[in-house]
């Protein structure tokens, strides 16, 4: 029997439609119980949009006196930005009279433009983020507001919840589809009227909990920021099945309690998660949050965690992608970042990858999910995995990928060794790389060796075309290592080393054995809620494969005046929120 998809336009559609039906129902007379704010926002954009400055989806544009619904949006990203209203929480950081007059005057100009089902917020996805927010900060908004207005409010809100529950279904698998899960549940259970809504909502939610999150805890993109948005949407929503006294879903319960170690081996010894398939490090506080909210202490054990392999001594983490990249649907965000790692010392990022750059347009995005933008080997300028575009969908997913890739600790007399191999350059170079990472037991210290080599007779004939293709001249290779922008590199000893200084007084030495030449160049740090991509720099160890084999042994360690712990000033979240860098 052949399935039939609808098409991007019946769904829009059938979201319209359903939208404007929402419009028409009995709307809720209040709350069940009284909410409790839970979103976290940060202070210093509560600031900026207080000025008049609005960045969204990288794009900065001065409000002067007006509402965002009174302007034109310079792309669909940023329109998406606004209408899931993530604003809200920044305006509820501030808190006071000033932010919430601010906060109110956008909401219910909103009701008032696209409250009937007009305009595009009214999708699952955007309308569950929504909601969860206008719940979050009711009290915040609605204090000493007439009866005129809470009636407006309310009605918004039952009719989004309607809405929500009628069109769950039609949101994508993976975070769309629990951003409108979680927000029926949590609408639902909150609003007078509503609860009968978000009863199947519940048994869906349970039921992709065990669909969507695999045994150890990880999920199918391999993005460790989304695998935190869903542990957060998963307790909030359990959390408000439990304010009913209802019991919990043993498929809910056991995702919230799968996730937390997960997440756990993913983060660096700064507290953000590690920038992997689209992810960033998370927003600050959001992660403590949501570890200590899930109720979990287990630690990660041992192995892999959602493909990653980690490696922490002393006050040095790293963290590597060790596992086959995602395929097919779930490569939307994808990132051709095999065996690619970040170095984090304290609460300082060393070495990183660039990021993805979709906040601030379609080049950058592509360009941050080539394999150049990641701490590995690039060999002819050519990707581990390539991009693709799905024919009549205009997506890009990750195509030709690794068929094999292998990962094996081992455990040193003086501290620990990763050893990671794939194939992702054989078919095109008779190539596969391997990387070992051996890291001291004190966190001192970094030992790498990447290698290029043929295991077959066919792979050693791929590679004889290769090198004829390069009229003999040897198959070009870059080992590329991004470098945090707050870290400030300098070629020393005749371009022998590199010298990494970090804020906190900490000096790294990056130094290169054999036959590959070693220079500093720029890059860029693709950093969400930036106006554009940070400058910074790389080391870059180039050359040239002629041989059936070929090693690089590399190191990067503290220098030997630098002691084991520094005393760090804290950051301060109001740097540079605007900064253009």
Not at 70 to 92: C, K, N, S, T, V
Not at 152 to 159: C, G, I, P, T
Not at 337 to 360: M, Y
Request: proline share 6%; hydrophobic share 40%; charged share 25%.
């Amino acid at each position: 029997m052949t399935t039939i998809r609808p098409t991007a336009r019946a769904t829009r559609l059938m979201h319209r439609l359903h939208a404007r039906l929402a419009a028409l129902s009995r709307p809720a007379g209040g709350f069940v119980s009284q909410p409790e704010p839970k979103s976290i926002g940060l202070f210093a954009r509560g600031k900026q949009l207080l000025a008049g400055n609005l960045l969204f989806a990288g794009h900065l544009v001065e409000a002067r006196g007006r509402t965002p619904w009174e302007i034109d949006p310079p792309d669909a990203a940023y329109a998406e930005a606004l209408h899931r209203f993530g604003w809200l929480d920044d305006l509820a950081a501030v808190g006071d009279g000033r932010a919430r007059e601010l906060a109110l005057g956008w909401v219910m100009d909103w009701i008032a433009r696209y409250g009937s089902g007009d305009g595009p917020g009214w999708t699952p996805e955007l309308t569950g983020r929504r909601l969860m927010r206008l719940v979050n900060h009711a009290l915040f908004l609605m204090r000493a507001q007439d009866r005129a207005a809470s009636d407006r409010f309310y009605e918004s809100l039952a009719r989004q919840t309607i809405f929500l529950s009628r069109r769950w279904g039609a949101a994508a698998p993976g975070l769309p589809r629990f951003e409108a899960l979680a927000g029926t549940v949590y609408a639902g259970l909150s609003l007078i009227g509503m609860e009968a809504r978000a009863l199947p909502a519940i048994r869906a939610l349970a039921q992709d909990c065990a669909r969507e999150i695999d045994p150890s805890g990880g999920i199918a993109t391999r993005n460790p920021e989304e695998l935190l948005e869903i542990l957060t949407l998963l307790i909030w929503a359990a959390e408000a099945i439990a304010a009913t006294d209802r019991r919990l879903p043993a498929d809910l319960l056991s995702a919230i309690a799968r996730i937390p170690p997960t997440l756990r081996a993913l983060r660096h010894a700064d507290g953000g998660l590690a920038r992997f398939h689209g992810g960033g490090t998370g927003l600050e506080g959001r992660l403590d949050h949501a570890l200590v909210a899930s109720g979990s202490r287990d630690r990660p054990g041992p192995g892999l965690h959602m493909g990653y392999a980690r490696l922490a001594a002393g006050r040095t983490t790293v963290i590597a992608d060790a596992a086959k990249p995602p395929m097919g649907r779930h490569s939307r965000d994808a990132h051709a970042s095999t065996l690619a790692f970040e170095l984090t010392s304290g609460r300082r990022p060393v070495i990183v990858n660039c990021g993805a750059g979709g906040s601030f347009g379609p080049a950058w995005r592509q360009a941050g999910r080539a394999t150049p933008s990641h701490a590995t080997i690039t060999v002819a300028d050519t990707s581990s995995s390539r991009l693709g575009k799905v024919r009549g969908r205009g997506e890009e997913l990750l195509m030709n990928g690794p068929l094999r890739v292998e990962a094996e600790f081992t455990p040193l007399s003086d501290g620990e060794r990763l050893e990671m191999s794939h194939d992702g350059y054989r078919r095109r170079f008779g190539l596969y790389h391997g990387r070992t990472l051996e890291i001291s037991r004190d966190g001192r210290g970094l030992v790498g060796e990447d290698h290029l080599a043929c295991l077959s007779d066919g792979d050693r004939a791929r590679f004889d075309r290769a090198l004829d293709a390069f009229a003999l001249q040897g198959v070009p290779f870059d080992i590329r290592f991004p470098l945090h922008p707050d870290v400030e590199a300098g070629l020393d000893l005749g371009g022998a080393a590199v010298s990494l200084a970090l804020k906190s007084g900490e000096v790294w030495i990056f130094r290169v054995e054999g036959g590959a030449a070693m220079t500093l160049d720029p890059s860029v740090y693709l950093e969400k809620g930036r106006l554009r991509p940070r400058r910074t720099t790389q080391v870059v160890l180039s050359g040239r494969v002629l041989d059936y084999a070929t090693r690089i042994r590399w190191s990067v360690a503290k220098a030997q005046d630098t002691p084991n712990a520094l005393r760090d000033e804290a950051l301060d979240e109001t740097e540079a929120v605007l900064s253009e860098g």
